[in-house]
């Protein structure tokens, strides 16, 4: 076999052949590679590698980009291009953000780039604020207020209402940058930031919070602040992506952090040695920006400049798609549940068990997905690795509470109504009811005709006069057998009604 033969046979072993696409982004703290896969709406991150080069590291001492710097990032990106050429993805975008862009021998750093086979963007600062806004609106869809993206070398900001994006900014506030200001202790500190932050024309404090929107949090080193706040308070969740503090509380921990030492931050879990060095100074921008942006409240996102190159190539339809649903869908179909099979029994299920105060349908949807493949799972392990895809994995556009239920939906659709604390922590009672009876109807249309289509054909389940009625065709009566029975008995007793089955001909169905 020659070596050319074996290459290609290891083509696509990322995802099985899922399609792959690959963004080096080459900032001024990070150098990173990231493949996606599965669909583009919400892709998933298949390879996610760093190099911490530092690249703007000497940029306000020197205006270049270090030598040795420049040498950790080139043996970096040469391994970079190696992996994606072996691993057969052709679709590749590198962009170079400010350091590159800044420096004076930033076009010389850029010809090494394209001798060893990339094809780098340096993008401006606005484009940069732009493409991050638009990471945080395809995570977000009613995204409303201020994105505020901290790299290495800079500080984006930008307004995002109704799907779209203006009035970026860039300013010289990143994390490399931001211990030039310390001086005056972090009292100083914030007094000089925030004349940087008005002087660049950023001044919403006598506006109304709710008019002012959210500040959505874009950045590694934000994420990191997430994770400690997270930790703080006993959240349930180990995602920060969409993960919310209203301004007082963010205020709260952004001065505790200031006047922490980043040697007491290096041991906390999750929390890299790096981020725990730049957590003070982020600490007090962002007390800055609070300030004088005046949120309603703050979420930080994962979601940023390299989602927004990927939504950017969206077709308008595609973008229109809800990204919960466009990543559960992909995930659920790995795990031999159907988008399809999923509908046709929520449909089935809509009339006894709709989503009415506390969820939606396309939360019942979600949930019904991960139900249907949670039943691919070894039945000893199924319910507690279930509950965790619903809590845990990177699902986009869906609050604790809509975790939560679908946790609860889960739970119910395997006869299990006693919900882990953490669940119970993240939506009241009568949401994680209202989800429960979700599952416990899919629960009877799943084993009604073990999730046959012809099962739902020959079926209805409905709510008449305050009775839960099933109607089965003639050839099909048998189907209600001792386990229909008592799933019936179980949704109806959660629901608080009768029950009874009704035998009918088959064109009567």
């Known amino acids: 076999m020659s070596y050319r033969t074996r290459r290609d046979n290891r083509t696509g072993n990322i995802a099985g052949g899922t399609p792959q696409r690959a963004i080096i982004d ?8 990231v493949v996606y896969g599965g669909t583009m709406r919400a892709p ?48 590749i975008e590198t962009v170079a953000t400010a350091a590159v862009r800044e420096a004076a021998n930033g076009r010389e750093f850029v010809e090494q780039l394209r001798a060893i086979g990339l094809e780098p963007r340096v993008i401006s600062g606005e484009e940069e604020a732009l493409l991050s806004a638009h990471g945080v609106i395809g995570a977000f869809p009613d995204a409303h207020g201020i994105v505020a993206d901290l790299g290495g070398g800079s500080l984006e900001l930008v307004r995002v209402s109704q799907g779209s994006a203006d009035g970026a900014s860039t300013l010289p506030l990143g994390t490399l940058r931001l211990p030039e200001y310390r001086k005056g202790g972090w009292a100083g500190m914030r007094k000089a930031l925030d004349k940087v932050i008005r002087s660049a024309g950023w001044d919403l404090a006598e506006a109304a919070p709710e008019a002012n929107g959210a500040l959505y949090l874009v950045g590694g080193t934000w994420r990191a602040m997430a994770v400690f706040a997270m930790a703080v308070s006993g959240h349930p969740l180990s995602d920060p992506h969409g993960f919310e503090l209203d301004a007082a509380t963010a205020m709260q921990i952004a001065e505790a952090l200031a006047g922490s030492e980043s040697d007491a931050l290096r041991g906390r879990e999750r929390i890299s040695s790096m981020r725990a060095e730049k957590l003070p100074d982020a600490a007090v921008l962002l007390a800055a920006l609070l300030a004088r942006l005046n949120p309603a409240k703050v979420v930080f996102s994962s979601w940023g400049l390299r989602e927004g190159l990927l939504y950017d190539r969206l077709p308008a339809h595609s973008r229109a798609q809800d990204p919960l649903l466009a990543g559960i869908a992909v995930f659920a179909s790995q795990r031999g549940a159907t988008p399809t099979l999923a509908t046709r029994m929520a449909a089935w299920t809509l009339d006894a068990a709709p989503a009415r105060t506390h969820g939606s349908e396309r939360l019942r949807l979600g949930a019904t997905m991960l139900a249907l493949a949670s039943m691919q799972i070894e039945p000893n392990l199924r319910l507690p690795q279930a509950i965790d895809w619903a809590l845990h994995k990177r699902w986009i556009a869906v609050d604790g509470k809509g975790r939560a239920m679908m946790a609860a939906a889960i739970a119910a659709n395997g006869n299990q109504m006693n919900l882990p604390p953490r669940v119970r922590a993240l939506a009241s009672e009568e949401a994680l009811e209202e989800a429960i009876r979700w599952g416990l109807a899919l629960r009877l249309a799943r084993r009604l005709g073990a999730q046959s289509r012809r099962s739902l054909e020959v079926s209805r389940l409905a709510m008449e006069e305050g009775t839960l009625v099933l109607r089965l065709a003639e050839s099909h009566a048998a189907l209600f057998g001792q386990p229909t029975e008592k799933d019936m008995k179980l949704l109806a007793g959660r629901l608080g009604v009768e029950w009874r089955v009704e035998v009918v001909p088959d064109s009567a169905v």
């Open 44 to 91: 998933m991150v298949l390879l996610n590698e760093k190099v911490t080069a530092k690249l703007g590291r000497e940029i306000a001492a020197t205006g270049r980009l270090a030598d040795e710097a420049m040498a950790l990032a080139l043996r970096g990106l040469k391994r970079f291009a190696l992996l994606l050429d072996d691993l057969g993805i052709s679709d």
């Open 26 to 33: 080459i900032g001024s703290n990070t150098v990173r590679l």
